[in-house]
Nanobody, 123 residues
Framework: QVQLVESGGGSVQAGGSLRLSCAAS??????MAWFRQAPGKEREFVAA???????VYAGFAEGRFTISRDNDKDTVYLQMNNLGPEDTAVYLC???????????????????WGQGTKVTVSS
């Protein structure tokens, strides 16, 4: 059984940084990604990283967020810099084991989901 456990969320002032972690266990996962959901808003794609490929980012994440992965630890990270109040959300780690094509920006592409970690950015 696959488990994804996020950590690293918290409260920070605008302009600050946070680093989220997601530790996976249970099976080899080819792609790991982050989504987020703000209060009253739809879930949205943040970033994805597949083994051996370049990272993919949402427009708002480009230049501010960096996704990385430690394959030995089966852990994916999301370094978030220059945070603003608009980044306040629950951040969810997702993963999938498929090696074929998936739409990495679609939440429906992923079989495995973490519980989420809350990020609050105050102005």
């Amino acid at each position: 059984q696959v488990q994804l456990v996020e950590s690293g969320g918290g409260s920070v002032q605008a302009g600050g940084s946070l680093r989220l972690s997601c530790a996976a266990s249970g099976r080899t996962l080819s792609i790991m990604a982050w989504f987020r959901q703000a209060p009253g808003k739809e879930r949205e794609f943040v970033a994805a990283l597949r083994r051996g490929e370049s990272a993919v980012y949402a427009g708002f994440a480009e230049g501010r967020f960096t996704i990385s992965r430690d394959n030995d630890k089966d852990t994916v990270y999301l370094q978030m810099n220059n945070l603003g109040p608009e980044d306040t959300a629950v951040y969810l780690c997702v993963a999938d084991a498929t090696t074929g094509f998936i739409n990495t920006r679609s939440s429906r592409a992923y079989d495995y989901w973490g519980q989420g970690t809350k990020v609050t950015v105050s102005s």
